[in-house]
């Protein structure tokens, strides 16, 4: 027992002494002085470099089911996957269901994200944005229309989160691929900052303002099982103070204060 109290005192003493060399090393590196080392109170931003994992960690990824890989292969790059319908039962049950995180490495993602592009670019039904559900695909994926963006160019996202929310809302006007003839008018956070990957698993962070951060949050909806009409039933029994008459913009009753 002694001598195993004596060896974790000792690991104790190797892992500060061998944290410090490494926070006050990303230190230098940062171009800060000693004096602004941990020990004077200064907390170095930079992490050391040593730290840093190597691997990349998987968290939640499921692989595509036998059905879904089937649908995926139903089509080539030329075909685009069929717009599922909250009208038809089974299809609702899709659209209420809560997708998991894709692996970037899935070897049918990129014939998945063509066949929903041309999908949410149809010219008979066109659309700003579309979520792997909607195609009958359980999984985080989604293609939003960049208005903010010059060119206004679509762009896909994989396990996307919405990481924090402005406290001012933006009332607006949203329709559905998968709610016919539909319309109704939704309060959503003015401006969101999003967490993603790119299709090589690259994480990214972007804040997004405007008509854009509205597409990204009804698109991130969907990949929790939540529809447009949802958000109006819950925000009925809820009161909202309008900001200025002039742009639709509110806040919570609660916040009006602040
Ligand atoms: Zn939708």
């Known amino acids: 027992m002694q001598f195993l109290c004596c060896n974790v005192l000792w ?4 892992l500060v002494g061998g944290l410090s060399k490494c926070l006050a090393q990303s230190c230098r590196e940062a171009g800060l002085t000693q004096r602004q080392s941990p020990s004077s109170g200064y907390r170095c931003p930079v992490l050391p470099g040593e730290q840093g994992l ?9 692989p595509l089911t036998n059905t879904e890989r089937s649908l995926i292969r139903s089509g080539d790059t030329t075909q685009l996957l069929r717009v599922i319908q909250d009208t038809v039962a089974d299809e609702a049950r899709i659209l209420r269901a809560v997708s998991d995180d894709i692996d970037p490495d899935e070897p049918l993602l990129p014939l998945l994200v063509k066949r929903m ?9 066109p659309g700003v944005g579309i979520a792997a559900p909607q195609v009958g695909i359980s999984r985080n994926v989604i293609w939003v229309k960049r208005f903010d963006k010059p060119g206004e160019p679509f762009e896909r996202y994989l396990n ?8 001012l809302l933006r009332k607006g006007q949203e329709g559905c691929l998968s709610i016919a003839d539909t319309l109704g008018q939704v309060l959503r956070n003015y401006t969101i900052r999003l967490v993603y990957q790119d299709m090589e698993g690259v994480k990214h962070e ?22 447009f009409t949802d958000r109006i039933a819950e925000q009925v029994s809820q009161t909202y103070h309008q900001v200025n008459t002039e742009v639709p913009l509110y806040l919570e009753q609660r916040l009006r204060r602040q």
Not at 161 to 167: L, M
């Open 206 to 227: 972007e804040l997004i303002e405007g008509f854009t951060a509205v597409i990204f949050q009804h698109e991130i909806d969907h990949l929790n099982g939540i529809l």
């Open 117 to 125: 592009y041309l999908a949410v670019t149809d010219t008979l039904h």
């Open 54 to 62: 190597l691997v990349a960690v998987r968290s939640g990824e499921k």
């Open 160 to 167: 996307p989160r919405i990481t924090w929310r402005s406290k």
């Open 11 to 14: 690991l104790v003493i190797l």
